[in-house]
């Protein structure tokens, strides 16, 4: 009877083991939606939220073969619409309001330098993507201001394996495009 026990406790302890190592692997996109948030991200977490309190313009660039910080695309998030503009298009794609994307994922934060510099290590995760991440928020700590991520293979949504992406939250700075310049995306 003993051995018995100690048998299935042995079991026990080692499926523990196994799911523990499998919860690292960061492959499979449902596993990333579907994680709880990570305690560490708690800051940046928020300030990725906050952006779209009182909406956003992002700029992404990366790096290419021809050009360093290239820019790609502007995500203008406003009034629950998000327009982007790419940088070889002089049209702007409006997409219909609806439920926000789910999917992305801070984990392993860690901050840089001393608290009150606002700057962070992480891992950034959607879907299939993941990168590390340097991470700066905006002054008061509550939105980003600035996110450098290093992809660990191709983006299955950015040309480049480094994307740096700016955020601007001036309302007064931030314009929605004239109607003659917006297609709309069904």
Request: proline letters at 7%; hydrophobic letters at 35%.
């Amino acid at each position: 009877m003993k051995i018995q026990l100690f048998r299935a406790v042995i079991c026990f302890y080692a499926t523990l083991a196994a799911q523990s190592a499998c919860a690292g692997d960061v492959k499979d996109p449902e596993r990333i939606v579907n994680q709880p948030p990570d305690p560490s991200c708690t800051v940046v977490t928020e300030a990725y939220e906050n952006r779209k309190s009182s909406g956003y313009l992002e700029i992404v660039s990366g790096d290419t073969d021809a050009a360093k910080d290239q820019q790609y695309v502007k995500i203008l998030y406003w009034g629950g619409r998000v327009y982007e503009k790419y940088d070889d298009t002089v049209k702007w794609l409006r997409s219909p309001p609806g439920p926000p994307v789910a999917g992305t994922r801070f984990s392993e934060c860690r901050p840089v330098g001393n608290a009150s510099e606002l700057h962070y290590d992480a891992t950034w995760q959607r879907e299939s993507d993941v990168a590390q991440a340097e991470i700066w928020l905006t002054p008061d700590g509550k939105k980003l201001h600035k996110v450098i991520r290093r992809f660990r293979s191709k983006s299955a949504y950015l040309p480049f394996q480094t994307a740096t992406s700016l955020y601007e939250y001036d309302a007064e700075r931030i314009q929605i495009p004239p109607e003659s310049l917006i297609i709309d995306h069904e």
